[in-house]
T-cell receptor, first 114, second 109 residues
Framework: DGGITQSPKYLFRKEGQNVTLSCEQN?????MYWYRQDPGQGLRLIYY???????QKGDIAEGYSVSREKKESFPLTVTSAQKNPTAFYLC?????????????FGDGTRLSIL | GQQVMQIPQYQHVQEGEDFTTYCNSS?????IQWYKQRPGGHPVFLIQ?????EVKKQKRLTFQFGEAKKNSSLHITATQTTDVGTYFC?????????FGAGTTVTVRA
C-alpha cells in the first residue's frame, strides 16, 4: 500500500542533543511538509520542500533543519537550539502544483524532553 | 499569509444532536479544505470546496462555502461517537496550507 511512514513513533531528547525524525513516502509525491502540533492547537508549518534538493522555511523554522536528497525522504532534525521541542511532529506530502491538492499525513512522531 | 478563524474551539455534543463548526477569513479564498484528526491520530483529508455557495455532503456531514468565499461551515447531523475528533479547515496558500486552530468535538453518549 502507498503511504507515508514516520519513525520513530516516540522519541526522547536529552538536553543539548540533536535528534532526527524520519519521513518516507512511496506515493511518488513531489512536495513534502513538516508540521508541529502542540496539545489542543492546530498545525504549524516548520519546513516544506517542493522538489528534490530544494526546501523552504515555514512559519516556525528556528531550531530545526531538513534535507531533501531523495524524492521519497524528508528527514527533520530538531537541534539543541530548539528550546521547547516537546510536541507532536507530522510529516505530509502531496502531488506537485499549487496548494489546492490535498495533503496526506503520516502517523506522526511524539518528541519529549528527558 | 492568509489567516482563518475557526469557531468554536471546543464543541461538546449529546449523541444524536446536530452541530456546526465555522471557518471565517477576512480575505476572499480561492478554495478551502477540511480535515479530521481522531484523538491520537493524524489529519485526514475530508473535502475541498472551490465554488461560491458550494454545498457538498458526505453522509451526515454537510460542507458549505460562503457566497463571498470568505467563510465555510461543516454541519454534522445526528452526531455519533465516531464523530469524535478535531476538525480543521485549511487554506491553500501558494504551495502550502494554512490550518485553522480546529474544533475539538466530544460526544456524550
Amino acid at each position: 500500500d502507498g503511504g507515508i511512514t514516520q519513525s520513530p513513533k516516540y522519541l526522547f531528547r536529552k538536553e543539548g542533543q540533536n535528534v532526527t525524525l524520519s519521513c518516507e513516502q512511496n506515493l511518488n509525491h513531489d512536495a513534502m511538509y513538516w508540521y508541529r502540533q502542540d496539545p489542543g492547537q492546530g498545525l504549524r508549518l516548520i519546513y516544506y520542500s517542493q522538489i528534490v534538493n530544494d526546501f523552504q522555511k515555514g512559519d516556525i523554522a528556528e531550531g530545526y533543519s531538513v534535507s531533501r536528497e531523495k524524492k521519497e525522504s524528508f528527514p527533520l532534525t530538531v537541534t539543541s537550539a530548539q528550546k521547547n521541542p516537546t510536541a507532536f511532529y507530522l510529516c505530509a506530502s502531496k502531488t506537485q502544483g499549487t496548494g489546492s491538492q490535498p495533503q496526506h499525513f503520516g502517523d506522526g512522531t511524539r518528541l519529549s524532553i528527558l | 499569509g492568509q489567516q482563518v478563524m475557526q469557531i468554536p474551539q471546543y464543541q461538546h455534543v449529546q449523541e444524536g444532536e446536530d452541530f456546526t463548526t465555522y471557518c471565517n477569513s477576512s480575505t476572499t479564498l480561492s478554495n478551502i479544505q477540511w480535515y479530521k484528526q481522531r484523538p491520537g491520530g493524524h489529519p485526514v483529508f475530508l473535502i475541498q470546496l472551490v465554488k461560491s455557495g458550494e454545498v457538498k455532503k458526505q453522509k451526515r456531514l454537510t460542507f458549505q462555502f460562503g457566497e463571498a468565499k470568505k467563510n465555510s461551515s461543516l454541519h454534522i447531523t445526528a452526531t455519533q461517537t465516531t464523530d469524535v475528533g478535531t476538525y480543521f479547515c485549511a487554506l491553500p496558500n501558494d504551495y502550502k496550507l494554512s490550518f485553522g486552530a480546529g474544533t475539538t468535538v466530544t460526544v456524550r453518549a
